[in-house]
Structure formats: structure tokens, C-alpha cells
Nanobody, 127 residues
């Protein structure tokens, strides 16, 4: 069993910053990709960012590129999402996800690539 626990969400003023964390525990694999998704009220869940186990491969949604940064600390089994200059449109429930199954050629910018999900954490950006 694998558990993902997010933290760091909350209320932030537009133009400020905050950092989300997601810690994996349980029977984790030796190598796994992790990502962040978000879902706003009345909207579909959308991809935000992903990162390979080594950290050498990252992907970002166009809407957050240049403002958000994904990183990870494998010694702590933790992935981070640094949110700089957030906008009201960034308000959503943010979910972390992990792919702990070997999936060659799998595209990790879509939710179907992941097999474990966190409970989500609310991020609200005020103007």
C-alpha cells in the first residue's frame, strides 16, 4: 500500500507565494514519477506539472510555466510545488499523484498515467 499526503495549501494573496508538499509512504517503488493536478469548481481536473525520479525531466502546463516549479527530495520521498506569483485563476484543489508501475513510453501529463493519488489540498488565491 502507498499513501500520499499533501500539505501547505491555504489562502494566499495574489502575487505572493506558497509551497505545496506531498510525502509518499508505505511500499514505494525504487523509481517513480510524480505529478501535480488541480481542479477548480465546475471545471475538469487538469495537469499542472510532473517530474521524473531523477528530476532531470519536468513538464509544466502552459498556464503555470515560469511561475510554478516542481522539485523532489527522494531521500524524503517528497515532491514539492513552489507557487510564485499565484493568480486568482490558480484557485483550486491541488492533488499530487505518483506512478509506481513501470510504464515505458507513458505520457505523464495525463491523469491516466498515475496509479496513486493524494486526498487533495485547497489553494485559494485572493486578489
Amino acid at each position: 500500500q502507498v499513501q500520499l499526503v499533501e500539505s501547505g495549501g491555504g489562502l494566499v494573496q495574489a502575487g505572493g507565494s506558497l509551497r505545496l508538499s506531498c510525502a509518499a509512504s508505505g511500499r514505494t517503488s525504487s523509481s517513480y514519477t510524480m505529478g501535480w493536478f488541480r481542479q477548480a469548481p465546475g471545471k475538469e481536473r487538469e495537469f499542472v506539472a510532473s517530474i521524473s525520479y531523477s528530476g532531470s525531466n519536468t513538464n509544466y502546463a502552459t498556464s503555470v510555466k515560469g511561475r510554478f516549479t516542481i522539485s523532489r527530495d527522494n531521500a524524503k520521498n517528497t515532491v514539492y510545488l513552489q507557487m510564485n506569483s499565484p493568480k486568482p485563476d490558480d484557485t483550486a484543489v491541488y492533488y499530487c499523484a505518483a506512478d509506481m508501475i513501470a510504464q515505458p513510453l507513458m505520457v505523464h501529463t495525463t491523469s491516466k498515467a498515475y496509479n496513486y493519488w493524494g486526498q487533495g489540498t485547497q489553494v485559494t488565491v485572493s486578489s
